[in-house]
Structure formats: C-alpha cells, structure tokens
C-alpha cells in the first residue's frame, strides 16, 4: 500500500520527473480548471504500480511495461497494488512471466496495467 498520498507526495514525484505542472500542487490553479483540489500526476501512481511489480520479480527483470489511466488520484487516497500471472513460461535459463496489474484506491480501480519479466531460473529458486 502506498499512502495515504499528498500534495507533498506529488511535488517529490514533480521535482524528480520534472513535471512541474502546478496543476497538481496548487489549488487555485486546479480549482480554476474545475477541480476541487490538486491531482497526482498520472505518472506517479504509474510509477508505484512498476515498483509494487518490480520489489515483487525484480527492476533488472523487467523487459515491458504499459497501463491504462482508470481514475484520477487525490490527496488522501491511499493505493493498494496487485497483480496475477496470467503467462508463466518456463525456459533453459529463465521463466518468462506476464502480469496483469492494478492499482485501487478504495473500491476503485485507478490504474490498470500490464508487466512481462524475464526471471532467470536462479532468482526462482
């Protein structure tokens, strides 16, 4: 789980992307664009959707990664991630392995995403 988020949150995510978009940190900029409050990013909860799959088969591992924005992320929500293997093939030296992956805050799916990972057979045993 990831949260519950912040504005904070966001501007340390916006200082290293360099997205400085003041639409997610100040509110008068997103109440004038008719938001009641900032929002995250979308590649931010992008990026804790890739580390919940990578702290779970390895960043090295790695090879494809896409999603699918569902939702927005506010201030207050709190992310918990999953995610099922819907392909696992098992070769000489490594298993291929396809994900499937969300991001929910609540009840809601904010994030839909997709991962393959090339896992060599010494990092399954």
Not at 40 to 66: E, F, I, V
Request: hydrophobic residues 45%; charged residues 20%.
């Amino acid at each position: 789980m990831y949260g519950p988020l912040s504005v904070t949150d966001f501007v340390v995510y916006q200082g290293a992307s360099g997205d400085l978009a003041s639409i997610h940190h100040d509110t008068e900029v997103a109440r004038a664009a008719g938001y009641d409050k900032p929002f995250a990013p979308g590649m931010y909860p992008a990026g804790l959707l890739a580390s919940w799959a990578t702290s779970w088969l390895g960043a090295r591992n790695l090879r494809r990664y896409k999603v699918r924005f569902a939702q927005m992320v506010w201030p207050g929500d709190t992310l918990t991630c999953s995610g099922t293997i819907v392909r696992a093939e098992a070769r000489d030296r490594d298993s291929l392995i396809e994900l499937e992956l969300e991001a929910r805050a609540g009840d809601e799916i904010v994030l839909k995403g997709w991962a393959t990972f090339v896992v060599p057979a010494s990092d399954l045993s």
